[in-house]
């Protein structure tokens, strides 16, 4: 039996598999559970095998992979428009066979168990934080409630909730002290957590040669650095910065025809939790661009200049997508932009 292309649709138990000729015929129409594929794929020679990249993907391409096997994993809105009519696993699993044989296919790197632990401890460090913040809007309504208002920001609420529980002559009735003193006690436990998730964060990006390399970057800390090797590793999957950017949604959509270009607004794609990094890092740069190098402090005050903040940050936040890839893509440590000068000359940095 000839098999060119071998799409898998995932499911939770159940696997559904599809296999193409080079003519792309469908020779092969199967029904698995995961160990009755890996048993079926172990005996099998097959060119190329593809998936969506979902949950569980990195791990069964991985197990494929050792194998022997070549396992490219696809974006599922790239497997779309190969969908020919009704929707059903059979015919997912067709699509995402033709998909994978395409040339110009953009696909998603496997990850390894280091970037998956990575990719989990974020996960988990953001749903602590989004509980956290949960938790002090909480606390500020039901005191807004009372008459008492307390200022936005974490350490706001940690320094007056203490004072406003022990003060005798607040109006507070003793079920809502109660309530709060528990709040109280949830917030100081989430803290906790996310020290300890961030002490394990710091103590990774120090291990980590690639890390101390990303860290270099203004705008990018242990969070971020540990966030983009969790994300894209070595970067090897982007032919250059502006794809990555693009991938992470800080480049402007587009919309044109009749050879009239027409941009819109920031693409959004990619990894939101990644983009949101990289936006609150350009912010944090805006903030203190004086204290940067002459050359990228030049580059923000023109760009200030002439735009409004948000703007400049999401500008920002491209250049530094780019950075970061450069940085990681061609093993080198990061060096800050020269000054232009008025000549066109670059200048050393000062």
């Not at 168990?113 to 974020?122: C, F, G, K, M, P």
């Not at 002559?169 to 709040?183: C, I, P, W």
């Not at 971020?224 to 693009?246: C, D, Q, V, Y």
């Not at 999401?314 to 893509?329: E, F, H, P, S």
């Amino acid at each position: 039996m000839e098999i060119h292309t071998m799409g898998i649709d995932l499911g939770k138990t159940v696997f559904h598999l599809v296999g193409l000729n080079h003519r792309g015929e469908v020779v092969v129409r199967k029904k698995f559970s995961r160990k009755q594929l890996l048993h079926f794929t172990a005996n099998l020679r097959v060119e190329l095998i593809g998936m969506e990249a979902c949950g569980g993907a990195h791990f069964l391409g991985r197990a494929l992979r050792e194998q022997g096997h070549e396992v490219r994993l696809i974006p599922a809105q790239y497997v779309k428009p190969f969908v020919k009519t009704n929707k059903n696993d059979y015919i997912d699993a067709e699509a995402i066979a033709e998909a994978v044989g395409r040339p110009k296919m953009r696909f998603v790197p496997i990850k390894s168990d280091a970037q998956l632990d990575l990719q989990s401890l974020h996960r988990v460090r953001e749903r602590w934080v989004m509980r956290r913040t949960a938790v002090i809007n909480q606390i500020r309504g039901l005191l807004l409630e009372r008459g008492i208002t307390v200022r936005k920001g974490r350490c706001h609420v940690e320094a007056a909730l203490p004072r406003i529980l022990e003060d005798g002559n607040a109006k507070l009735s003793g079920a809502l002290r109660v309530l709060l003193a528990q709040l109280q006690l949830e917030l100081d436990h989430l803290q906790r957590r996310i020290d300890e998730a961030d002490a394990v964060i710091q103590q990774t990006a120090g291990e980590n040669e690639a890390c101390r390399r990303l860290v270099a970057i203004p705008g990018i800390g242990p969070v971020t650095a540990t966030a983009i090797i969790a994300a894209i590793g070595n970067g090897a999957a982007f032919a250059k910065g502006r794809e990555f950017a693009a991938w992470l949604g800080v480049v402007p959509r587009e919309h044109s025809t009749g050879g009239k270009q027409k941009l819109l607004g920031i693409g959004k794609r990619g990894n939101s939790y990644l983009r949101r990094l990289f936006v609150q890092g350009a912010r944090a740069v805006l903030q203190h661009r004086a204290k940067q190098s002459s050359g990228l402090s030049a580059w923000l005050a023109q760009l200030t200049s002439r735009t409004h903040r948000n703007v400049a940050a999401l500008a920002l936040a491209n250049k530094l997508a780019r950075m970061a890839w450069a940085v990681l893509a061609k093993n080198e440590a990061y060096r800050s932009p020269l000054l232009v000068s008025p000549t066109g000359l670059q200048m050393t940095p000062g």
